[in-house]
Every structure is written in C-alpha cells, then in structure tokens.
C-alpha cells in the first residue's frame, strides 16, 4: 500500500509570530496573525474575513468551510513583496492556497491570481502515530515574484487569500507573512516524482541555517546506505576560490558515533551522495549545519537504485576512493555515475589487465601517437601500453564503435559491455543499423591495482576530463587560453610532453584537454614543483639531447605554469566551484577542503 508522505517546507530570514488575540468589533480578523517581514522588522497588516464567521472559526479551514481575507490596511508602505508564507496547524494540512492580486485599472497584471497547493499529514510529537493534539505547524511558501524585483505594496491593499481544504483534510491558519526580500538561506525540501519525501516516520527539524533529517537508516535497501541530497547553489557565490561556499554535514550514528565531513557546493542545481558506512557511522540521523546564504537544500533522500546489472551506481568521487569491493556487482569491475554529473561515468576495475580489456584498444584508437583512427588486433596490442586510467567523451565513443561496425572489427566481451553500457546511458546513440552518434557525457576509468596515492591522483586527472566534458564555458575557457594566452613556444613545450607521453600531438582538443587535465590534478601551489621539477626532470632524462633546450625553455618563462595554472583555476571555479586537486564535495573535517 502506498505510503502518505508530508511535505515540509521552510523558508525566509524570519518568522511570523502567531497569536491569538480578541476579537475587534471593526471586522478586522484577529485570530491570525498578518505582517509584513521587512528586513528584521515586521509591518503590521489588517485582514477582514470575507465569510463574516463568528472568531472562534474565522481562521478553521475545512472541506465544508473555507477561509477567504481580505488585505485592508498595511501600517507603512514597506519594499516590494516578493513572497508570501503562510503557518498552518492541523491533523491533515491539505488544500490550496491562493492570491488574488486587484484590479488597479492600467490592466498591467490586473486581477492576478497565485496559487499553490499542498498537502500531508503533519508530523505528531513523537513515534510512528502522529498524537493530532501535539501536531507541529505546516509552512507553505510561494514566491509572487520569481526573481524580479517584488510587486508594490499598495498591490497587497485589497489583494484576497483563499484557503481551501482537500478532501479529508482539516486545519487552522495560524499566520500570514507577506516577505520583501528572497529567504535567505532557504531550506525547502520539494516532492519527488512519487510524492513528497518525509512521512511521519521520518521526521524533519529545520532551523535558520540547518536542517535535521532522522530516520535516515530507513533509506537503506539493505545492501546501500546510499543518502542522496540536492540543491541549489547560486552562481554569485563563486567569485573567490579561497571561499568556496561549503556547510558542515553530520553524520549521527546508532551507537553514538559522529562523523562531521565539509559539504561543497557547486553553482546551480546538483546532487551529492553520501553513504555514512563508507565514513565508519551507521546514521539514523544527518545534519546539515552552515548553510551559506545563496544554497538553497531541494531534497533529502534515498538515492535512486541502479536498474539492472549494467546500470550505473550513483557515487561522489570522496566516496569511490574506499568503495568496498564487496558492494560491487560482479568480481572484475563496477560501474558508477558521478553524482555531480550524472552523465559522466567510472569504471572501476580489479587489476590492470581488466581495465584493458576494456579500454587499451580503444586510448590506441583515440589519441595514442602514431595510431589515431587505426583498430588494433589483440596480437597488435599484446606488447604495448595504454594508460593505467582512461577518458573518452562521447564523440571518442562513437567513432570508436561506428569504426568497428563498419570494418566488422571483432571486439572483447569486455569492449562490448562498454558499449552496452554507453548506449544505455546515453553517451552514444545509434545512428544507423551500425553506426553510432555522439550522446551526451563521457566515461573515465580507474583500477583498484594503484597504490592509494597513486589512485587518488589518478581519480583527480580524469575527473578533470569529467568537468571538461560537462562544462562548456571552462571547456570555452581553456581554449581561448591555449589559443591566445600561451605564445607559440609556450604550445611547443606542451606539445613536446605530450608527445613524448605518447599522446597524439596533432590533435588540438586532446591536447588542450590534456594540458587543463595536468595542470589540475594538483593544488595550484604545488604546480610550480611538478613542471618545474618533475615534468622538467622527466623530459630531461627521457630525451637527454633536448636537456639544454628544456632549460632555456624554463629560463625564458619562468612563470608559465603559474600563470597557467592561476587562469585554468579560475575559470574552473567559477564554472564548476572546484579548484585543483580537489573535484571532492565531501571531505572530513580534519581535512582541509
């Protein structure tokens, strides 16, 4: 039987007091309580109950009784209102609420009417049974202005709100506050495509910059404890990357345990993950403390189960560093959708010699030196390397794919499930009875055989292939840096390392992928030191004939790198809200983030 969810929502910098007062003999309404949030201050407003009810049942909403105000007076003229919020009380608070703005008689915007419906048991006091004589108030919200600048207050003079009550459904208005500025920080939580989240089971706490979720241990299906959280950040608040906007997560175990990890966001509307037995807590609780102003928290729950074997397993990337082999679907390899960006996925393999299988053919057919565009036979392949970790965008996918349909090229079983796996996901999409177009995203690749180190920087580079693929303006502005920032021997020394790593220099977009991906899959202070140092140090034991050459490359632009490396990051920040070194959204607090 399907299950009653409430929906809860929480808005706005302050709240409007309720309280009972004596009924006037003017008609106003004095049983709720109406203002005008201005700031902190609050501007006193007058309602006339347009039913003409005796006081004790002015402000009762039922099926047989709707509640319908008039606004008559508002003490001053306050800023533009850009919101309305309304308090409920009631065993069962659902129906629909409505603004009727009046007529002024320009016919700009006459006779505008707002609505929004809502519904849910409220939550009761304690246990599974909701007690109806302690039940907590419902908060309905609604903007009456999206992000425009309000409409005048004289529009609220005469303006009318009609509560009406859903089937079943019984409660009482409490209060009515008409809001002059964007809640901020919001926290409000909207319905999945199966309803709300929250029923009475799993009760929600809200505060001015937090919100409490218990119950969460109900979200596990047994074999995950998988919590899904999405938001929305907006894009103002990345303009410093040694600020980034984070808030404080806590994880509150059965046994008393709690684990605190920093949250980062990143601009516009995302999704993050978290398993709480991955970081060592069996959680019948999550926290959310520190909200910064601009974050607004959409919902809490569940995260949606992977369908089918193939499917991909939701994971944000803090988490697929330490992701237990036990949880995965098959010995050899698991596959999994970055939760920050759903369409780019990763492939986790057992050993060196899986992760091949899958993917050495086709780093050879992509963007290996020397054999771009050419499919290679298993014996063509058995001495020679590809990577230890792979990226390919969808574009790679499908020539890949499309030139072994036309050349009947025998694949691996394990080239075949990757290409299962790409057209079910989207990242290649059939063209034709053989053919394949580019879809959307791309795949990354990493092996369980890398030492911790290794596999975390590793984890690090290809993510950077991941944001490349999904943002198009970092993607905009790495190109416009390596075409017009760099001088023509800043390209050469580029185009030398990557040959000499056996990429395909030829190739503008990998090289200019490649050269972002280097630059960030470390923190921007140790970029100096790896160039510099390493990346010299390597060019010059590897072609000992052109060491003289590299130093006087590193003479003549000594600042190269950092230059580089201050722009990429920018760019990368404030697209993405990362910098280098760190694509993680969850990061414990002993660490820096």
């Not at 792979?390 to 574009?395: Q, W």
């Not at 499309?402 to 299962?420: I, Q, S, W, Y």
């Amino acid at each position: 039987m399907r299950r009653r969810f409430a929906r809860r929502f929480l808005t706005g910098a302050c709240v409007a007091v309720a309280a009972l007062l004596v009924t006037a003999c003017d008609g106003a309404v004095e049983s709720v309580t109406a203002v005008v949030e201005n700031g902190e201050a609050t501007t006193p407003v007058t309602l006339t109950d347009l039913e003409r009810r005796p006081p004790e049942s002015e402000a009762v909403v039922a099926p047989s009784a709707s509640a319908r105000f008039r606004v008559r007076e508002v003490a001053a003229d306050p800023a533009p209102i850009r919101g309305v919020r309304v308090s409920l009380l009631g065993s069962s608070a659902g129906g629909v609420l409505s603004l009727e703005l009046p007529k002024r008689g320009d016919g700009d915007g006459d006779g505008e009417r707002l609505q929004k419906p809502f519904d849910g048991a409220a939550v009761g006091a304690g246990g599974n049974e909701p007690e109806r004589s302690a039940v907590t108030p419902t908060t309905v919200r609604f903007d009456v202005a999206g992000n425009g600048a309000g409409i005048p207050a004289d529009r609220i003079k005469g303006a009318e709100i009609d509560f009406a009550a859903a089937d079943g459904a019984t409660y009482t208005v409490q209060s009515v506050a008409f809001e002059t500025a964007p809640p901020t920080p919001e926290v409000r939580f909207a319905a999945h495509a199966d309803g709300p989240l929250f029923d009475e089971r799993t009760p929600v706490t809200f505060g001015e910059r937090s919100v409490r979720v218990d119950g969460v241990q109900r979200f596990s299906d047994g074999a995950s404890d998988a919590i899904q959280i999405e938001y929305r950040a907006d894009a103002d608040l990345f303009s410093d990357r040694a600020a980034p906007p984070a808030a404080v997560m806590i994880l509150h175990g059965s046994d008393s345990r709690v684990e605190e990890l920093q949250l980062f966001f990143r601009p516009g509307d995302h999704a993050v993950v978290v398993r709480p037995s991955l970081w060592g807590v069996r959680a019948n609780a999550l926290e959310v403390r520190e909200l910064p102003a601009g974050v607004s928290l959409v919902s809490v729950g569940p995260a949606p189960a992977p369908e089918g074997e193939t499917a991909p397993v939701p994971v944000e990337l803090a988490e697929l560093l330490n992701y237990p082999r036990e949880r995965w679907r098959r010995p050899e390899f698991e596959v999994f959708s970055w939760s920050l960006y759903p369409h780019v996925l990763l492939l986790d393999s057992v050993d060196y010699a899986t992760q091949a299988r899958f993917f050495r053919r086709l780093s050879f057919f992509v963007e290996k030196r020397g054999f771009a565009g050419h499919l290679l036979t298993n014996d063509e392949l058995a001495n020679r390397h590809g990577w230890n970790a792979h990226n390919y965008n969808a574009a790679g996918l499908a020539a890949f794919f499309t030139a072994a349909a036309d050349e009947d090229f025998p694949l691996n079983p394990e080239e075949e499930t990757l290409r299962e796996i790409a057209l079910q996901q989207g990242l290649i999409v059939r063209a034709d009875d053989r053919g394949f177009d580019p879809g959307e995203g791309g795949i990354l690749a990493i092996s369980q055989e890398s030492y911790s180190e290794l596999r975390r920087l590793l984890l690090v580079h290809e993510s950077m292939h991941g944001v490349f693929y999904s943002e198009p303006a970092f993607r905009q502005a790495v190109f416009d840096y390596w075409d017009s920032a760099l001088t023509d021997r800043e390209r050469e020394f580029w185009r030398d390392f990557f040959g000499w790593m056996t990429y395909s220099p030829d190739d503008r977009y990998l090289m200019v992928n490649e050269f972002q991906g280097y630059l960030l899959q470390q923190r921007e202070d140790a970029v100096r030191w790896y160039f510099r140092s390493r990346v010299a140090g390597r060019l010059r034991n590897g072609v000992p004939s052109r060491a003289a050459e590299i130093d006087a490359f590193l003479a003549d632009h000594p600042d190269t790198f950092i230059r580089a490396a201050d722009a990429v990051n920018a760019a990368l920040f404030g697209s993405a809200g990362m910098v280098g070194g760190v694509p993680f959204c969850l990061v414990p607090m002993s660490v820096e983030g």
